[in-house]
Structure formats: structure tokens, C-alpha cells
């Protein structure tokens, strides 16, 4: 016959706690004091007690479940936030929902009460789109929500600051002589989709060039989609407009890499004759020798995830922005062997 498994209800006993006690202990809150978690942790093992997960999730009215909102395209980016937001929820016993943009509409039944987003103990929400709509619109739950890659004075945000990103890149591309170019990302034209990052750097980029007595002619910038092939077609783009060298600052790691392929086919050299700077720091610059602006992206993610616990566990303050900056790491692709004149 199968040995009966003991309940918490005896660990409370024995414990000389309440059940809330226990529970708390069970998910690591912080106001159980240090004594009294290490004697309900002991009393656990003594018994042989395991929590039962559904039981655990029924408790108190709390799924212990939370809901992701994000672009359904896999990217990079959107794998290394989900591994920050993630570590952090995995240490609290916490599942993740995800919740995909396909389209337009399905981003706008995300506005609707009924969108099982919102039967979770609380939303993460990574899209431009949608936190571009909140001045006229809040979620529709009394969950916790908060935002991450985006801002909104109504939620809690974790954000890198992509303007302050395109003055950093301005600051180090306006030292090399040559014509500065720009490779922007391509806006979505529906309103609901609107990502504007790419736009962001790229005037960061501008306004920092104007501080530095440079300018950046219309005509050099070249807006593309987010892919490797329009980062080949900006530089073929600007082989057309002058000679080398080339300044490049491309609005993303993607789009750099496009112009370090059509680099070595064009047969021009890395750092001399172009001379490149990405953005997003994705880990696979480093053996390619691009000099990037890396985001702290799994620390965005684990803040947001943070801050969501937090609202979930009570706190009711003001809504909190935790901007995050992007760090310059230079490599052989801004590293110029000789000097060129303009």
C-alpha cells in the first residue's frame, strides 16, 4: 500500500506556524523571518514533505502563472529577454504564459478583458505597439502590469535608452574622418505595430553628430527592414552615393552583419575602409570583430519580472521606470589601420 504523503497542514502543526506561514516559505517571500523559515524548512524535511504544485496554485486565489505579451518573430533579442525574465521567475516557483503578436488584430484583442492574458497574477508586456496606446487606453485587469523595451508613464518600465544608445554612436564615429551613414529599421506603418526604436537611434545618432560639428545628410541614411539583406543594400546603397571610407552606424547587430558580408564581397577592408558599429551587443560580435552597443538585455527582462513580483506581493507606489543604458565595446570594426581624408 502506497505510504500517505504528509500535508502542509502538519508541517503548520509541527511547525508551530499558520498555513500562510508555510505557504509563504514555499515561495520564498521575503517577510517570513530568517528563524522561522529555517524551522518550517526543517520541519519539510523531517516529514518528507513535497508541495503539491496544483495545490499550490489554487491557494490563495493566485495562479502563480504570469503573461507575456511579445512580437511572435524569434529574434535574438527577444530569446536573451526571455532568459532574464525567466531566471527570475524560475527562482520563484513561477510559470510563463506567452502570449504572441501575429497581427494587428490580435494585438488589439489584447485590449479586451476577455484575452486569457489576463488570468494570470499578472502581465509583461514587450511590445512598442501596445504601450503606444496606453495614453488613451489602460489594460483592461486589475492585475499587475508592467512594460519592458517599452515606457509608459501609467506602468511600471524597464527600458534601455535607444536615443542615448545613437549619441554614444555618434561620440565614437565622429572621431574617424569620412562620410557618416546610417542604417535605420524600418517603422511599421500601422499604428498599432508601431516600433520606434530604429527611429529613436538614429536621432540620437544625429542630434550626437550636430554636438560633435558633424552632420548626417538625409540621403546617408538608409532605412531597411530587420534583416541581414538590408544591411547588404545599405552598403551598395553607399557605394553609389561615394568612395570609402565608410562610417557606418547600423541600427542593429542584424543589419551590421548584412554590412560585413557585402564588405568582404565588395572586397573593401574592416576597420580601414568601413568602419562599422552595430547595436544590441549579441555575443556572436565578438568573433566577427564588430563593434557594437550592447544592451543589458537579460537584465532588463529580470528587472521587469522583478518589479511585476513585487506588485503581485503588494506594493502599490507610483509607477517606477528603470532605464538601462547601452555600454560601447569597441572591436576591430571601429580600429582603423591608417588615416583617411574626407
Known amino acids: 500500500m502506497a505510504t500517505r504523503k504528509p500535508t502542509i497542514h502538519e508541517v503548520a502543526r509541527q511547525a508551530k506556524v499558520g498555513i500562510g506561514t508555510v505557504s509563504r516559505v514555499l515561495n520564498n517571500h521575503p517577510s517570513v523571518r530568517a528563524e522561522t523559515r529555517e524551522r518550517v524548512l526543517a ?3 523531517s516529514l518528507g514533505y513535497s508541495p503539491n504544485p496544483h495545490a499550490r496554485r489554487v491557494a490563495g486565489g493566485r495562479s502563480y502563472t504570469i503573461s507575456l505579451i511579445l512580437p511572435v ?3 535574438e533579442f527577444y530569446n536573451r529577454l ?3 525574465i525567466e531566471q527570475v521567475l524560475s527562482e520563484e ?3 510563463l504564459a506567452l502570449f504572441p503578436i501575429f497581427s494587428p488584430p490580435r494585438l488589439l484583442r489584447y485590449l479586451e478583458s476577455r484575452s486569457l492574458a489576463y488570468q494570470t497574477d499578472g502581465l509583461l508586456v514587450a511590445s512598442q505597439g ?3 496606446l496606453l495614453p488613451d487606453q489602460k489594460f483592461p485587469t486589475e492585475r499587475p502590469v508592467v512594460l519592458v523595451d517599452a515606457h509608459s508613464p501609467r506602468y511600471d518600465s524597464a527600458y534601455v535608452d535607444n536615443y542615448l544608445g545613437g549619441q554614444m554612436a555618434a561620440q565614437h564615429l565622429a572621431q574617424f574622418p569620412g562620410k557618416l551613414f546610417a542604417i535605420q529599421m524600418q517603422e511599421e506603418l500601422d499604428e498599432v505595430m508601431r516600433n520606434t526604436v530604429g527611429q529613436e537611434r538614429v536621432a540620437g545618432f544625429r542630434a550626437g553628430l550636430e554636438q560633435a560639428g ?3 545628410p538625409e540621403t546617408h541614411v538608409f532605412i531597411s527592414r530587420f534583416s541581414v539583406e538590408g544591411g547588404r543594400l545599405a552598403l551598395q546603397h553607399f557605394m553609389r552615393l561615394t568612395k570609402p571610407p565608410y562610417n557606418i552606424f547600423a541600427g542593429a547587430d542584424l543589419l551590421a552583419l548584412g554590412v560585413l558580408e557585402e564588405a568582404e564581397r565588395q572586397g573593401l577592408e574592416l576597420g580601414e575602409q568601413v568602419r562599422l558599429l552595430g547595436f544590441d551587443g549579441h555575443p556572436w560580435t565578438a568573433a566577427k570583430g564588430l563593434s557594437t552597443l550592447a544592451q543589458p538585455i537579460e537584465e532588463m527582462g529580470a528587472e521587469a519580472a522583478r518589479m511585476l513580483l513585487e506588485r503581485i506581493r503588494g506594493y502599490r507606489g ?7 543604458e547601452p555600454t560601447l565595446v569597441v572591436r576591430k570594426s571601429t580600429q582603423p589601420h591608417s588615416v583617411y581624408t574626407d
Open 43 to 45: 520541519t519539510m524535511a
Open 73 to 75: 518573430i524569434s529574434t
Open 82 to 84: 526571455l532568459e532574464g
Open 93 to 95: 516557483r513561477y510559470e
Open 130 to 132: 501596445l504601450a503606444h
Open 214 to 216: 558633424r552632420r548626417l
Open 318 to 324: 507610483s509607477p517606477r521606470a528603470r532605464r538601462f
